[in-house]
């Protein structure tokens, strides 16, 4: 049977969230045309939920991003896919599923930064703030969470539980060092 732990976020709330960051994200942007760039995997199921949630027209891509991390971050980052789109002189929203040590984030901000955009903001369906390391500013966030290990909706552990509709932590024997794929 494919479930992790306790659910932490069910379904229902995930959807009215997402809908509020949607409609905010389309008010502050009205009247122009904003680029979402959604961190793969672990962004791909709230990209596609968030971006429904925009009454606006928009363009989105997805960069890709991995990660050695687990009770203690190796801080190595590696892009696996960078942006493929130029988006000087536009507003970029990266859309992530998480913000943890900040550091995955951090390394793609400097990237996105050399490409010249009007603006950045980031939109996080997750934060754990406690985990901080690098300081990030993040304008949206849908749900700051304590620092316990979550899966579902997109997150992963050992690439398992992306499906599940909800936020679950994990059960604490499954936790450990591991590998994390964006
Ligand atoms: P960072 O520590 O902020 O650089 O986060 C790196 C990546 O680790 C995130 O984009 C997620 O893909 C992953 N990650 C961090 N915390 C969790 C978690 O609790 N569950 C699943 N993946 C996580």
Same mark, same amino acid.
């Given at each position: 049977?494919?479930?992790?732990? $306790?659910?932490?976020?069910?379904?229902?709330? /995930? #959807?009215? #969230?997402?809908?509020? *960051?949607?409609?905010?994200?389309?008010?502050?942007?009205?009247?122009?045309?904003?680029?979402?760039?959604?961190?793969?995997? !672990?962004?791909?199921?709230?990209?596609?939920?968030?971006?429904?949630? /925009?009454?606006?027209?928009?363009?989105?891509?997805?960069?890709?991003?991995?990660?050695?991390?687990?009770?203690?971050?190796?801080?190595?980052?590696?892009?696996?896919?960078?942006?493929?789109?130029?988006?000087? !002189?536009?507003?970029?929203?990266?859309?992530? %599923?998480?913000?943890?040590?900040?550091?995955?984030? %951090? #390394?793609?901000?400097?990237?996105?930064?050399?490409? &010249?955009?009007?603006?950045?903001?980031?939109?996080?369906?997750? $934060?754990?703030?406690?985990? #901080?390391?690098?300081?990030?500013?993040?304008?949206?966030?849908?749900?700051?969470?304590?620092?316990?290990?979550?899966?579902?909706?997109?997150?992963?552990? $050992?690439? &398992?539980?992306? $499906?599940?509709?909800?936020?679950?932590? *994990?059960?604490?024997? &499954?936790?450990? &060092?591991?590998?994390?794929? !964006?």
């Amino acid at each position: 049977m494919n479930s992790a732990g $306790n659910t932490l976020i069910t379904e229902e709330a /995930i #959807r009215s #969230r997402v809908n509020e *960051l949607g409609a905010e994200i389309a008010r502050d942007y009205a009247g122009g045309r904003p680029v979402l760039v959604g961190v793969l995997n !672990g962004a791909l199921v709230f990209m596609a939920d968030l971006m429904r949630a /925009i009454d606006l027209p928009l363009e989105y891509y997805a960069v890709a991003a991995s990660s050695y991390a687990g009770t203690e971050s190796t801080g190595s980052v590696e892009i696996i896919k960078p942006l493929d789109a130029d988006v000087s !002189g536009r507003d970029v929203i990266v859309v992530e %599923d998480i913000v943890d040590t900040g550091i995955t984030l %951090d #390394r793609l901000l400097q990237d996105l930064r050399a490409a &010249q955009p009007a603006s950045i903001a980031v939109c996080t369906l997750l $934060n754990k703030p406690s985990r #901080r390391v690098v300081d990030v500013s993040i304008k949206y966030v849908g749900f700051e969470i304590p620092n316990e290990f979550v899966v579902g909706y997109g997150l992963d552990y $050992n690439q &398992q539980y992306r $499906n599940l509709p909800y936020v679950a932590t *994990l059960a604490p024997e &499954q936790d450990g &060092q591991h590998r994390q794929d !964006g």
